[in-house]
């Protein structure tokens, strides 16, 4: 069974930077592709970013673009780098194991098969 426990929410000013980790056990990278959810309050869950393991393939909501980097390592630990924050990136942030068709996914709401608990960030 897939499981996703993330990390490292944090308060932040305006301009700061944080580091999300999701340590996702129980799965193997060909079977997923991994991403990040939030959900600012009163929003609904957004995309963030996507990636597959071990392919090229990367997608960014136009919000975050060359701001947040999505990154995976060999420990099955997914990343969130994200700088120049603002406060309309405070929200409860989420891991997500993503349906995977090849080397390809779709990173929307339906396709996530597996959610960890979410770490909140603040930036004010």
């Known amino acids: 069974q897939v499981q996703l426990v993330e990390s490292g929410g944090d308060s932040v000013q305006p301009g700061g930077s944080l580091r999300l980790s999701c340590i996702a056990s129980g799965y193997t990278t060909s079977s997923y592709c991994m991403a990040w959810f939030r959900q600012r309050l009163g929003k609904e869950r957004e995309a963030v970013a996507g990636?597959?393991?071990?392919?090229?393939?990367t997608y960014y909501a136009d919000s975050v673009k060359g701001r947040f980097t999505i990154a995976h390592d060999r420990k099955s630990t997914l990343y969130l780098m994200m700088n120049a924050l603002k406060p309309e990136d405070t929200a409860m942030y989420y891991c997500a194991a993503v349906a995977r068709d090849g080397g390809t996914c779709e990173v929307t709401l339906r396709a996530v098969r597996v959610w960890g608990q979410g770490t909140q960030v603040t930036v004010s």
């Open positions: 990636m597959v393991p071990g392919g090229d393939g």
